[in-house]
């Protein structure tokens, strides 16, 4: 049984490891998903109406960076100091702090933000109730929680399930190889050993990732309302994204979630939007 100090110090030693290389070979920092994630900070400070963001797993400020052009008062958190110190703090219009803290104990008093955001983090938590919780807590009353880029249950599981033997298209080929190699590729370019790995993304290698009915059920629980769980990134959309005809990725992404739930397997990622 995997316990919240060892994923702690896993998560440590893998982004301590990769930091130099990480914008660099992380998908996020692409201009498209840059620019979506812009999008989705804008409306969310135009609907809460309020200037003050929490950053929880802040990474190397890759939430900071985007959030600096909406908000006037940014906090970041995370348990790893090297990410940490690469930050961008310096502005002289913006407010920015950041510190080492834990995501389920934040250094900071109730109903403080109005806007909380975690950005690929939660499969690096042992559990998400606690985390939930203190999210809440933080803030303000209307205020909104939105977290992005977490593994969808459903596609692993329709991944994982595939015979090795049998031969597929290019696309699904691809996202084999992703779900199957991946790991293999970080452990030998950063030397990292595959237990830790594994035991950093605990919720994804070890629990399959989220479900959104599980989701939903926690949010309710520690009292957030207006839960919206979206699904992200359709199987071959990369292919799509860098095409020619933005209107064939639009139509597309419409369709599959106009078929929802029934296409909910197709997506990688999972997006919660949850107001206090």
């Known amino acids: 049984m995997i316990n919240r100090e060892e994923v702690i110090k896993a998560n440590i030693a893998l982004h301590s490891a990769i930091a130099d290389k990480y914008k660099e070979t992380e998908p996020h920092y692409r201009k498209e998903n840059i620019a979506r994630v812009s999008n989705i900070l804008s409306s969310l400070q135009k609907k809460t109406g309020g200037k003050r963001l929490l ?47 834990e995501s389920d104990n934040l250094p900071f008093e109730g109903e403080s933000f109005d806007v909380c955001t975690a950005y690929a983090v939660l499969h690096h938590l042992d559990q998400l109730q ?18 992005d880029l977490d593994p969808n249950f459903y596609f692993w599981e329709a991944i994982s399930s595939l015979s090795s033997n049998m031969c597929y298209s290019e696309i699904v080929n691809r996202e084999i190889n992703v779900v199957i190699h991946k790991d293999r590729e970080l452990e030998e370019t950063f030397s990292i050993d595959k237990n830790i790995l594994r035991t950093a993304e605990h919720l994804k290698h070890n629990e399959g990732g989220f479900k959104e009915e599980r989701l939903r059920e926690m949010l309710a629980e520690v009292g957030f309302t207006e839960i919206d769980i979206k699904y992200e990134w359709f199987l071959g959309e990369a292919r799509v994204i860098h095409g020619e005809d933005e209107r064939i990725l639009v139509a597309l992404r419409n369709y599959l979630h106009e078929i929802l739930p029934l296409s909910r397997h197709l997506f990688k990622y999972l997006i919660i939007f949850a107001r206090k």
Do not use: H, N, W
Not at 55 to 77: H, L, N, S
């Open 55 to 101: 950053d929880v797993g802040c990474g190397m400020g890759f939430i900071i960076d985007i959030a600096k052009y909406y908000f006037e008062t940014i906090r970041g958190i995370d348990v790893t100091r090297t990410m940490l110190e690469k930050i961008d703090t310096g502005s002289e219009k913006v407010d920015i702090q950041v510190q080492l803290a």
């Open 130 to 147: 606690p985390t939930f919780k203190e999210i809440q807590r933080v803030l303000a009353k209307g205020g909104i929680f939105y977290a």
